[in-house]
């Protein structure tokens, strides 16, 4: 007697059960859209590096960054780096970092400004930036003008810790009155 009170509530149970599990394994089975889980898209993103003296090695900022698991792209970045109180300051319409933005290489129009070092501004189609090395380099054509100067070459190497600027291969140029 009691079987038969309870025997529709066990059956009810049992068919709730299956469904279940025909639920999970249809969902475990369903592909996983990647477009929500290869990258994630910034905008407005900005981030500031410091040492292990809390002093700031870079500032760096873009319209837009999408992040992945191996890499970082900016879109319109600019980076602030200082050092002994000289501000250099890089912007471009593209960059990338495959290192937490320890190195960034910057791409397509990039320009290079040091207002404290006499109006010095370069401009060259890609340049690589080391936060570790402290200095900004390339082997690309690279035209360079402060007020006294304006060089062209096709690489620069730039110690950021002594302010050192070196044209390298096939500099030529010209020097002009302020």
């Known amino acids: 007697m009691i079987r038969r009170k309870y025997f529709p509530y066990i059956l009810v149970a049992l068919v709730a ?3 279940l599990i025909s639920q999970w394994q249809s969902l475990s089975t369903t592909p996983v859209d990647s477009s929500y ?3 994630i898209e910034i905008s407005g993103f900005s981030q500031q590096q ?5 002093r700031r090695v870079h500032q760096v900022a873009a319209a837009k960054a999408v ?3 191996a890499r970082v792209e900016l879109v319109q970045p600019q980076m602030i780096t200082e050092h002994q109180q000289v501000e250099w300051q890089v912007s471009a319409q593209k960059a990338i970092s495959h290192d937490r933005l320890n190195s960034i290489r910057f791409q397509q129009s990039v320009s290079i400004q040091s207002p ?3 109006a010095l501004s370069l401009t060259t189609e890609a340049l690589n930036y080391s936060a570790t090395e402290q200095r900004l380099f390339n082997q690309k054509p690279t ?7 304006q060089l062209k070459a096709n690489g620069v190497n ?3 810790t002594n302010f050192d600027v070196e044209l390298t291969n096939g500099v030529e140029g010209n020097a002009h009155d302020s």
Request: aromatic share 8%; glycine share 4%; charged share 30%.
């Open 17 to 19: 059960v299956m469904l």
């Open 37 to 39: 889980t290869d990258h």
């Open 50 to 54: 410091y040492d292990e003296n809390g």
């Open 67 to 69: 992040l992945d698991d």
């Open 116 to 118: 404290q070092q006499a």
């Open 143 to 149: 035209l360079l003008r402060d007020q006294f100067h």
């Open 158 to 160: 730039i110690d950021l």
